[in-house]
């Protein structure tokens, strides 16, 4: 099982826009390290992370099933893709207001 967890990761990363997520995450990372924030604030940044990943790949699933079921235009399989690119959406915007919650205050006490 663990094998086609990984499989599928590797394909998330090959079919989605996950390479994009990844240089947020390794931004989300520097920052931890270099504004030295508490360990609950990294597993946070961590949560975030993880669940913006996973809704990710979740959507690209549902993506890829629409278009196996229905490669022409319609208007349902349109709305399921929305409703799924908006999950993505309402999870990278909570992950960005937690992240701003976390870092502003910090840089904001570094160049000030």
Known sequence: MFQYGLNG???AGLT???NLLSIFAILAGVLCFLLK???VEQ???LVCIIIVFAFE???TSIELICNMIEPNQNIKIKEIKDI????VLLSA???G???WIIFMPKLVNLFC
């Open 9 to 11: 990761i590797r394909i």
């Open 93 to 95: 915007l909570g992950s």
């Open 97 to 99: 207001l937690v992240g």
């Open 43 to 45: 597993v946070m940044v």
């Open 37 to 39: 924030i508490s360990i």
């Open 16 to 18: 989605s826009r996950l």
């Open 84 to 87: 799924s690119a908006g999950a």
């Open 57 to 59: 790949m979740i959507n």
